[in-house]
């Protein structure tokens, strides 16, 4: 199975401030890439999907970049319900897998 | 409206027995991929089983021999027959669309199920 490795695996941050979380995979996973956001007590959301194109009507602050075994995942300007639990999930080959999460808490 | 309704969890013994159903609107179930997702308590994602819209079954090493994943296309409806559960089997099982690029867009709100005596 490919192995998902987010970091960090938390991190505080202001409303305002850019944050980049990365996720890196054990083999290439060419673009077969997704980012999910989840609040407590609720389902996860897609944010970003292949990689790099954002999931209607997913905010603009929320970007991601990367292939192969690399990526990111970058919030370019805090708001308040941004502050959760993400995670990055390979689509590439079964079984699918998921790194095991950054949760972003208010400094 | 699209939406994912799951049901069917709930408490059962180890070695038990229990079906998920995971109803959809606004969609049609049979012309996309279709998977389960798991979360233990406090847990990270786990995805479980996929059925694909040709009928293509897949399942996680972990589940596989003892979870079937199936559809009701008459009901547009997705099911998750659980046997020979584990106490590790407790988790909130998510149903989730894959109807862009594979990626899960569309979840349901989750059905907790507790393997306990």
């Known amino acids: 199975a490919i192995r998902m490795t987010q970091s960090p695996s938390s991190l505080s941050a202001s409303t305002g401030d850019r944050v980049t979380i990365t996720c890196r995979a054990s083999?290439?996973?060419?673009?077969?890439l997704a980012w999910y956001q989840q609040k407590p007590g609720k389902a996860p959301k897609l944010l970003i999907y292949a990689a790099s194109t954002l999931q209607s009507g997913v905010p603009s602050r929320f970007s991601g970049s990367g292939s192969g075994t690399d990526f990111t995942l970058t919030i370019s300007c805090l708001q308040s319900e941004d502050f959760a639990t993400y995670y990055c999930q390979q689509y590439y080959s079964f079984p699918y897998t998921f790194g095991q999460g950054t949760k972003l808490e208010i400094k | 409206e699209v939406q994912l309704v799951e049901s069917g969890g709930g408490l059962v013994q180890p070695g038990g027995s229990l079906r998920l159903s995971c109803a959809a609107s606004g969609f049609t179930v049979s012309s996309n991929y279709m998977s389960w997702v798991r979360q233990a308590p406090g847990k990270g994602l786990e995805w479980v089983s996929v059925?694909?819209?040709?009928?293509?079954?897949y399942y996680a090493d972990s589940v596989k021999g003892r979870f079937t994943i199936s559809r009701d296309n008459s009901k547009n409806t997705l099911y998750l027959q659980m046997n020979s559960l584990r106490a590790e089997d407790t988790a909130v099982y998510y149903c989730?669309?894959?109807?862009?690029?594979?990626?899960?867009?569309?979840w349901g709100q989750g059905t907790m199920v507790t393997v306990s005596s």
């Open positions: 989730a669309s894959q109807r862009t690029d594979d990626a899960f867009d569309i």
């Open positions: 059925i694909y819209s040709g009928g293509s079954t």
């Open positions: 083999q290439g996973i060419s673009s077969y």
